[in-house]
């Protein structure tokens, strides 16, 4: 029913930059928050950040002052623009949506997008 699609993962130097981007897409009434989550081989999936349709922000402490997430409602898009990267920032970057598939459901069901992977490395 809800599609995400993930871009802009790649292959950067330490310092660098890169934004990533996830679009949603199918039949719901409103998408209440997104966020980007990473994973790496032989560890479990850790939140980066996520934002809410009202704008409220979390980020991981790891990358705040770093990383801005930020989103167009009208795309439906959220995007993770990602500065000052580290090698420990290597990882696959999932997107996440909490989404209301009607107006008089009571609560959201989560979907996941299929991964963009991000590789700092000198």
């Known amino acids: 029913q809800v599609q995400l699609v993930e871009s802009g993962g790649g292959l950067v130097q330490p310092g660098g930059s890169l934004r990533l981007s996830c679009a949603a897409s199918g039949n719901f009434f409103r998408i209440n928050v997104m966020g980007w989550y990473r994973q790496v081989p032989e560890k479990q999936r850790e939140l980066v950040a996520t934002?809410?349709?009202?704008?409220?922000?979390n980020y991981a402490d790891s990358v705040k002052g770093r990383f801005t997430i930020s989103r167009d409602n009208t795309k439906n898009t959220v995007y993770l623009q990602m500065n000052s990267l580290k090698l420990e920032d290597t990882a696959v970057y999932y997107c996440n949506a909490g989404v209301r598939l009607a107006a008089t459901w009571s609560s959201d069901d989560y979907y996941w997008g299929q991964g963009t992977e991000v590789t700092v490395s000198s």
């Open positions: 934002l809410t349709t009202f704008g409220s922000t």
